[in-house]
């Protein structure tokens, strides 16, 4: 049985690592729920942490948008009881 769960939520993890999810055009990180993608000049998605690093390269952010929990499957995590 516990092969079979961590085999489970292995495939779910890998199937949630969709080509369509938002993520950064730099370091490849998918962002968190809740939290703001910058739309650089070059039309390229960048996380906040290195909007500062891009910026210089690729253009100031023309806009930014915010990721939202339905545009990610919601991840479900098992956790053990100590005994």
Do not use: W, Y
């Given at each position: ?68 929990s ?14």
């Open positions: 049985m516990p092969n079979e769960m961590s085999a489970l939520l292995m495939r779910n993890t890998l199937d949630s690592l969709r080509a369509d999810e938002p993520r950064c055009s730099f370091c490849g990180r998918n962002p968190l729920v809740g939290e703001i993608l910058h739309v650089l000049e070059s039309g390229k998605r960048v996380c906040p942490l290195c909007v500062a690093r891009v910026a210089a390269r690729e253009g100031e952010p023309v806009s930014s948008e915010r990721v939202r339905c545009e990610r499957r919601l991840a479900v995590v098992q956790q053990r009881r100590a005994a």
